[in-house]
């Protein structure tokens, strides 16, 4: 596939054959200085390439500025054009009177249903049910966070059952998001995906408090299939997202719930950007929390998270960098789960939680100046559509 997106890029742009010769000065799509580099070369733009994302054959068309027995491309630090940054969110259905707003951060944008029925609409997703709070802290209540998937694995030497080691997140009624690297496991297999959950022990599940007494059953469903990116590197750990389509339809309810995705064209948050992530701090190396976990990680720019990272492999643009702080990590939440954050309608005041990123990778456990690498879900909507609209 990729080698056919390099061939389309050269007939759709033999106009331009004669222009700069690789080493030369050129300007991107973007407005930044930049080298007219082979294709192949400039990692940035060939690991948007490989994602399929239509977005990012626009701009690498755009962006050719020569040609020398392959493409020559004009190589900045982007390979997708710089949003422009709207000041309103749009939302056209009213919530259920039983859903609570998520908490807001003055973050307003455009965001539309997509154009399909495979993905819930905005009336749906990215909610919670009314807010009272029993725990408070880094412990989740009940109803926090009903997206969360629990994704259970087995030894593949000899079937022992090995619990819950990576996480995900329900997009819609069949469809759970995760990372490639967590179904692609040399060790373990996945068995199934638990929704609903909280306490992994528990089951049903419940909570006490001053004001408030909730139980909750938990949902154990099989996958029928599992659908890792074709594009993962395990080394370089570029793709790292994967679908698993559930063995039957389920139905949402105040616990299980899908999580609102991200439009092709949202602009990045600013650096800083408080995010959210959630789980049991279940991760390929078998670490766990009986409870469902939450913490606050900021956002790095993907400059400054390379330079924390010096000794390890450089992100692209596919990939977004959180945390960094001691003591609060997405180890503390799950490999496969979602990295969050709420967008608000400025007229009606609703917020709901949309996924970020997806839990991929990172040096250590909550350790001072080493961030988390999760993967920018933005980047790969076209690749989710195109995947459970298939299978649908």
């Known amino acids: 596939m ?44 060939s690991d948007a390439l490989a994602t399929g994302n239509s977005t990012a054959i626009a ?76 725990i408070g802290g880094t412990i989740t209540d009940l109803d926090e966070f009903p997206w969360m998937a629990a994704l259970e694995f087995k030894t593949k030497r000899n079937g022992k059952d090995a619990g819950v080691r990576c996480g995900g997140s329900l997009i819609n009624n069949r469809y759970i998001l995760t990372a490639a690297h967590c179904v692609l496991d040399k060790e373990f297999e996945l068995t199934g995906v638990r929704l609903g959950e909280w306490k992994i022990s528990g089951d049903p599940d419940c909570i006490d408090g001053v004001a408030i007494s909730e139980c909750s059953s938990v949902l154990r469903m099989k996958v029928r299939e599992q659908l890792p990116h074709p594009y993962y590197s395990n080394k370089a750990k570029n793709n790292d997202i994967a679908l698993l389509r559930l063995e039957s339809d389920i139905k949402f309810t105040d616990y299980i719930r899908p999580i609102c995705l991200p439009p092709v064209n949202l602009p990045n948050p600013p650096p800083n950007t408080p995010l959210t992530v959630a789980g049991w701090g279940a991760t390929e190396n078998g670490t766990s929390s009986d409870l469902k976990l939450k913490v606050e990680v900021p956002l790095l720019t993907n400059d400054e998270c390379n330079r924390q990272l010096s000794s390890s492999k450089p992100i692209s643009s596919n990939q977004l960098c959180a945390g960094g702080e001691e003591g609060r990590d997405s180890c503390q939440g799950d490999s496969g789960g979602p990295l969050m954050r709420t967008y608000q309608d400025s007229k009606t005041l609703q917020s709901q939680w949309y996924q970020e990123g997806v839990v991929s990778w990172g040096v250590g456990c909550a350790r001072a100046g080493y961030p988390a690498i999760y993967t920018r879900v933005s980047r790969y909507i076209n690749w989710i559509l195109n995947n459970i609209s298939e299978n649908s």
């Open 2 to 45: 990729y080698s056919r997106i390099i061939y389309l890029l050269f007939l759709v742009h033999l106009d331009i054959i004669l222009g700069e010769n690789r080493g030369d000065s050129c300007t991107t799509p973007n407005g930044e200085q930049a080298i007219c580099t082979a294709i192949r070369e400039c990692k940035v733009m």
């Open 59 to 134: 701009f690498a068309q755009k962006s050719q500025c020569g040609y020398d027995s392959s493409p020559l491309v004009c190589c900045g630090k982007d390979a997708y054009p710089t949003p422009k940054v709207p000041d309103i969110f749009n939302i056209f259905t009213r919530l259920p009177n039983t859903i609570t707003p998520a908490p807001t951060m003055n973050r307003q944008v455009i965001l539309e249903d997509f154009n399909t029925n495979a993905l819930p609409d905005r009336s749906v997703c990215g909610l919670e049910k009314e807010a009272k709070r029993v």
